[in-house]
C-alpha cells in the first residue's frame, strides 16, 4: 500500500512527538521539526507508510543520540498488558469459542500503537479490549484462517508492537499445536516489538522467535535480512499484525492474514471498512 | 503568542485539507504540500500562528489560482447559520439575561472554523450551541465587559469566520445602543469573514463595518491598512472574536475583551483552560 498524502501532515506529528518524548530542549525539537520537513520535501512518495516512518524516525534518534525513543513507553506497555494477562486467559479459558476469543483479544492489542498518537493507558486498553469483545468480525475469514493452520506446514506470525506481544502470547497459546514461529522487529522503531518484548510476554518459552534485522515499523522483505527473508519466503502461512505490517505487504503475492484494528482514515480506505473496526483478512495465495 | 512546534503539524493538515477542498488532482494536491514543507522549514517560528498561516494559504491560492478556495464553505455556514437565526433571536429574547445568552450563542458560533480542519455541518453547529448555552462561563469577566461597554466612545468588534458572524450578529443586536463598529478580513482567508459575509448577517444594516485589509487569519496590526490601524488604535474597547485574532492580539497593550470556544491544545495551554472551555477573558489597558 503507497502512501496517501494525507499521511505527510501525520509524519509531521510523529516527529513532534517523538522530540517531545525523548528531549525537553526546544532546541533540538525544533531541529528534529526541521529535518522532517526538508526530508519530507525531498523524499519520493511512491513508497509504503513505514518506509517514510524509518527516515522520520531516524532523525529523532540521530539528532537526540537516543537509539530507542519509546523504551520506557515499551516497557510501561508491557507491565500493564502483563497484569492484564491472568484475567484474560481466564476469559478465553471459559468462552464458547476460545479461539476466536484470543484472537479478538491479540486485535484489541492493537490500540497500544504510538505511531498514531495518543498516549495509551490501562484505560484505553481495557476500552480497546470491551470493543474488541464484541465488535462484528469476519467469521467466514476466521474460519478459513482455522482451515488453513490445520493444513500449514510451516506458520510465521508477524508481531507488531510492545504491549501488544502479550496479547499475542494469548493467541499463540492457542495455536501452540501447529509449527508456528513469531518475527519481531531487529533493531527499535518507534514502540514496535523487539526480542526483549517477545521474552517479557514468555513468547520465546513457548514458540520459537526471530527478528526480522529492520528498524522498520512494517515488513519490508527486500531489507530485511537474509535469514528472515529465507523464514518468510518458506512459510506458507502468515500471520501478519497491525497497520505498519498491512502497510508493507498489501501486494505480496504471499498467503498472509492481516489481523488488525483499523486506527486510521488511509487504512481504512484500502481495506474498505471503518476506523475502529477490527479486521481478519486474508490476502494473497500459496507460497510467491 | 508565538507559535508552538505543535502547530508544524497542524499547518502541514491545513495545507492538505485546503489543497483537498480546491483541486481533485493529486500531482497538485502534492505539489501544494511539498511547497508547504518547504516553506515551513524555511520559516522563522518566531511569529504568531495567522502569520504562518497566512502563507501556507497563499501556496494553495497561487497553486491553484483559486483565490478563495473556501467560498463554498462559506456560503454554506452563512446558510446554515441563518436558517438557525429566527429561533436563536427568540432564544435570547426570552431568555432571563439577553445579554449574557447573545454572548454565549457568539461564542457557539466559533465553532466554524475550518482552520480546525473538522467539517462543520448543522449538526455540530446545534451541539456547540446546546453546549455554550450551559457551559460555566466567567460571569465576572461578562460584567466587566457591560461596564466597559456603558464607558467607551469607540468600540470595534473583530469578526472572526463566516457562518460565526450570523451568531456576531445576534449578540450586536444587543450592542445597538453602544458605538459599535464590525471589521472584518480585507481578502479571503480560510472561512475567515469578509465584508459580503458581513452584508449576508445584514450587520452592514446595523453597524458600520470596516475591513482591515489583509488576508490574515488574525489581526497583525502592522500588516493592517492605514485606515484600520488608525480605527484600531482610536477605539477604546475592542471586542475580539475567535483563536487565529487572540493569537495576533493576546500581547496587545489595548484593552481587548477576547471571545472564543477553545479548539486546541496551544491556545488551551497560553489561556490557562480546557480545551472545549468557552472564554471571556479581558487583556490589556485602555489606549496604547
Known amino acids: 500500500m503507497k502512501i496517501a498524502l494525507e499521511c505527510i501532515p501525520c509524519f ?54 537516543n537509539n530507542d525513543p519509546y523504551a520506557r513507553v515499551k516497557r510501561e506497555s508491557n507491565t500493564i498488558a502483563l497484569n492484564l494477562a491472568a484475567s484474560l486467559k481466564d476469559h478465553i479459558k471459559n468462552s464458547s469459542d476460545p479461539f476466536e476469543t484470543a ?48 493444513r500449514a506446514s510451516n506458520i510465521l506470525y508477524l508481531a507488531d508492537n510492545a504491549g501488544e506481544i502479550v496479547f499475542d502470547r494469548l493467541l499463540i497459546d492457542e495455536l501452540k499445536q501447529y509449527p508456528v514461529s513469531l518475527a519481531v522487529r531487529g533493531r527499535p522503531i518507534i514502540n514496535d516489538a523487539l526480542m526483549e518484548d517477545a521474552a517479557a510476554a514468555g513468547i520465546d ?32 502461512l502468515i500471520i501478519s499484525k497491525g497497520q505498519g505490517n498491512y502497510e508493507t505487504l498489501s501486494d505480496s503475492p504471499h498467503k498472509i492474514f492481516f489481523l488488525l484494528k483499523v486506527k486510521c482514515p488511509v487504512i481504512s480506505r484500502d481495506i474498505g471498512c471503518r476506523e475502529g473496526d477490527i479486521v481478519v483478512r486474508k490476502k494473497g495465495r500459496i507460497r510467491s
Not at 17 to 43: G, Q
Not at 104 to 133: F, M, P, V, W
Not at 207 to 224: A, R, W
Open 103 to 150: 484472537l479478538r483479544l491479540a486485535i484489541a492489542g492493537n490500540i497500544i500503537d504510538y505511531g498514531q498518537g495518543d498516549r495509551i493507558d490501562e484505560k484505553t486498553i481495557q476500552h480497546s479490549i470491551s470493543q474488541c469483545l464484541n465488535q462484528p468480525i469476519e467469521r467466514d475469514s476466521i474460519e478459513e484462517l482455522k482451515e488453513e493452520l490445520s
Open 12 to 65: 509531521v506529528r510523529q516527529a513532534f512527538e517523538a522530540a517531545a518524548l525523548v528531549t525537553s530542549d526546544h532546541k533540538l525539537r525544533e531541529w528534529i521539526l526541521r529535518e522532517t520537513l526538508s526530508t519530507l520535501h525531498e523524499k519520493s512518495f511512491d513508497t509504503t507508510p513505514p518506509s517514510i516512518g524509518r527516515d522520520i524516525h531516524s532523525i529523532v534518534k540521530t539528532l537526540t543520540g
Open 205 to 236: 518459552k513457548v514458540v520459537e522467535v526471530i527478528d526480522n534485522g529492520t528498524d522498520i515499523p512494517g515488513t519490508i522483505i527486500e531489507e530485511c535480512s537474509p535469514e528472515f527473508r529465507e523464514r518468510f519466503a518458506h512459510s506458507d
